[in-house]
C-alpha cells in the first residue's frame, strides 16, 4: 500500500513538472505571427531562448492584442510581450528591469513631400493615426492621443493599417521601424504609393511583462540576467538579421 502512494505521489510530482508557463503576443511580423503551424519572429524567438535558460516550459499563444491584455487582467496567462510600460499596465503586470528591446516609431504615408516633414511627434497634431487594437505606442503618442490632439483608428490586424492609409481613412500608420519595413516589403504596392518617414519619431523600450498571480514571478531575477547575457552577445541584433523573413 505504501508503494502504490508513493508511485501515485512521484506520478503526480512529474505531471506537475510538465506544466506550461502560458505567454501571449500578437500577430505583428517580423516580432510574432504563424507560419506553416508554427510560431515565429524575433521577439518569439528571444523569449525562447530567455525561458530555455531559466528552464521555463512554454507555451506561446498567439491572438488579438486586446485580447490578451484582458487575459493579463484576469490571470488567465503568465505574461504578455512586447509590452510597452504604461501605468495602466501597471497595474495588473510586472515589468523586469530589463527590457527586452526598444521600439522606434516612424510614420507610414502616402509618398509625398509632407511625409518628410514629420520628424517630430508634434507635427502629428490634428492628424489621424491608425495602429493595432489596444497597442501603446509609448507614453509621449499615447498623452497626445489622450488629448484628443491626435485622433487614433485602431485595427485588429494591423496590417489593415495600410490600406487606411491608401484609401485616405488615416493619414499614418505608426509602428517600429521593423515593422513599417517588413510591412511594406510584404504589402502590394506595386506602385510604391506608400513611404516610411525619414526621422524615428519617438523610442519606447518594451518587455516581458509578468501578470501578478504567475507562479513564475520568482524566475524574474534569473530571466533579467538571461536577457543581459544575451545581450552582450548581441543575440538580437542577429535575429533581427536572420529572422526577419521568418513569418513570409
Not at 14 to 36: M, V
Request: glycine letters at 4%.
Amino acid at each position: 500500500m505504501l508503494k502504490i502512494k508513493i508511485l501515485i505521489l512521484l506520478l503526480f510530482t512529474l505531471i506537475t513538472e510538465q506544466t506550461f508557463a502560458a505567454f501571449y503576443t500578437l500577430d505583428y511580423p517580423p516580432f510574432s505571427c504563424t507560419h506553416e503551424q508554427a510560431t515565429k519572429g524575433i521577439s518569439i524567438h528571444f523569449v525562447r531562448e530567455l525561458l530555455k535558460i531559466t528552464d521555463i516550459k512554454e507555451e506561446i499563444l498567439i491572438g488579438n492584442w486586446a485580447e490578451g491584455l484582458e487575459k493579463a487582467k484576469k490571470n488567465e496567462i503568465d505574461g504578455i510581450f512586447p509590452a510597452i510600460k504604461t501605468k495602466e499596465r501597471e497595474e495588473f503586470l510586472i515589468f523586469p528591469a530589463e527590457t527586452l528591446f526598444t521600439e522606434n516609431i516612424v510614420a507610414i504615408g502616402k509618398n509625398s513631400s509632407e511625409l518628410n516633414t514629420i520628424d517630430d511627434i508634434s507635427k502629428l497634431t490634428g492628424k489621424k493615426i491608425c495602429t493595432g487594437k489596444g497597442f501603446s505606442l509609448g507614453n509621449k503618442i499615447d498623452n497626445l492621443i489622450k488629448q484628443k490632439k491626435i485622433i487614433k483608428e485602431e485595427e485588429k490586424d494591423v496590417r489593415n493599417c495600410l490600406t487606411s492609409v491608401l484609401n485616405n481613412k488615416v493619414d499614418y500608420f505608426l509602428a517600429d521601424k521593423l515593422i513599417a519595413e517588413f510591412a511594406l516589403i510584404h504589402f502590394n504596392d506595386k506602385d510604391k504609393t506608400l513611404a516610411i518617414s525619414e526621422k524615428i519619431l519617438d523610442s519606447t523600450p518594451n518587455y516581458l511583462a509578468f501578470t501578478k498571480k504567475s507562479k513564475y514571478l520568482k524566475k524574474i531575477p534569473e530571466i533579467e540576467l538571461a536577457i543581459k547575457k544575451l545581450k552582450q552577445e548581441n543575440f538580437i541584433k542577429q535575429l533581427m538579421t536572420q529572422e526577419f523573413n521568418d513569418c513570409f
